[in-house]
């Protein structure tokens, strides 16, 4: 489907009714198709399942797979954002429960792995929009380059290779992934 094979979609509320809505980003209050790849896709999965082991115990969070949809953009109402993989902390949501729709707050942690389609001006938007709304701790994973890039809400990035190991930092602390996890 193109952008223009569904023009009735122009507010969050009409994504969330929309078949296939799910695949859908909500861009200045038009539909966006989610490119995703069954490797970008594989990479965020393996990271939920991590997130979701080192959280679910202590009751640290919750972590969100690459169908959640994160409207948190203060000054783009109509935007509609879904990381590849999310986490969100403990008692940040209302009664810390997931809601029915979108969500309403930011994630600590927004993941991106970079799909084949995706160009650098694409990840680089969805980066500022995540900044701008909050989000402490960026991974931009780039399967190609085996690499991750972290980009940090105070405007610091370093770079892990696959020999590294990436870690919640002071967002999640204690929680570590090897990068040659996320692609075997």
């Known amino acids: 489907m193109t952008d223009n094979a569904i023009p009735a ?3 969050p509320e009409d994504l969330l009714r929309m078949p296939d809505g799910n695949h859908y980003e909500l ?3 038009r539909p966006r198709e989610k490119p995703m790849g069954a490797e970008s896709d594989e990479i965020g999965g393996l990271l939920l399942t991590r997130f979701n082991n080192f959280i679910r115990p202590g009751k640290l969070g919750r ?3 690459s169908q959640t949809g994160f409207q948190c953009f203060p000054t783009k109402p109509k935007q509609v954002r879904m990381p590849d993989t999310a986490f969100v902390s403990a008692g940040r949501l209302p009664n810390d429960r997931s809601p029915e729709g979108y969500i309403l707050v930011a994630p600590d942690i927004a993941v991106e792995v970079v799909s084949p389609n995706e160009s650098y001006e694409e ?6 929009e995540y900044r701008s709304a909050g989000v402490k701790l960026i ?4 399967p190609k380059s085996r690499t991750v890039l972290i980009r940090r809400l105070d405007g610091t990035c370093a770079e892990v290779a696959e020999t590294g190991a990436i870690s919640g930092e002071n967002v999640l602390p204690g929680f ?6 996320l692609f075997v």
């Open 63 to 65: 972590a969100y797979p």
């Open 123 to 128: 990840v680089e938007a969805k980066v500022a």
């Open 9 to 11: 979609v122009t507010e």
């Open 176 to 181: 570590t992934c090897p990068v040659a996890e």
């Open 27 to 29: 861009i200045d209050g």
């Open 139 to 142: 991974w931009i994973i780039s």
